[in-house]
């Protein structure tokens, strides 16, 4: 684990949530960065991703248009993830992670409840 994930939470349905990954400076030359997730009883699902090389981002069709990933011009190595609209099926453990020449980097995880 190197990533650092926060703000998660208890949200109701409908509502908003905003997640922050911080990454260490040798991960800055990331190629890739992104979130996955793992509700309970499930594999883990790709959630979003945003390429540097083509400056843009892919979703799931189940977050597309609710879900945006973005970066911070100040803090470089953070990114997030911000999350509206949430269902109670977005319930999940959320994971960023970043891939680069070194290879794949994850985050510890920060679980997000969304109630009816």
């Known amino acids: 684990v190197q990533l650092q994930a926060s703000g998660g939470g208890l949200v109701q349905a409908g509502g908003s949530v905003k997640l922050s990954c911080a990454a260490p400076?040798?991960?800055?030359?990331?190629?890739?960065m992104g979130w996955f997730r793992r509700a309970p009883g499930k594999e883990r699902e790709f959630v979003g991703i945003?390429?540097?090389?083509?400056?843009?981002?892919?979703y799931s069709d189940s977050v597309k248009g609710r879900f945006t990933i973005s970066g911070d011009n100040a803090k470089k190595n953070t990114m997030y993830l911000q999350m509206n609209s949430l269902e109670p099926e977005d319930t999940a453990v959320y994971y960023c992670?970043?891939?680069?020449?070194?290879?794949?980097?994850w985050g510890q995880g920060t679980q997000v409840t969304v109630s009816s």
């Open positions: 992670t970043r891939r680069g020449p070194w290879g794949d980097v």
């Open positions: 400076e040798f991960a800055s030359g990331y190629d890739v």
């Open positions: 945003f390429s540097r090389s083509r400056r843009r981002s892919y």
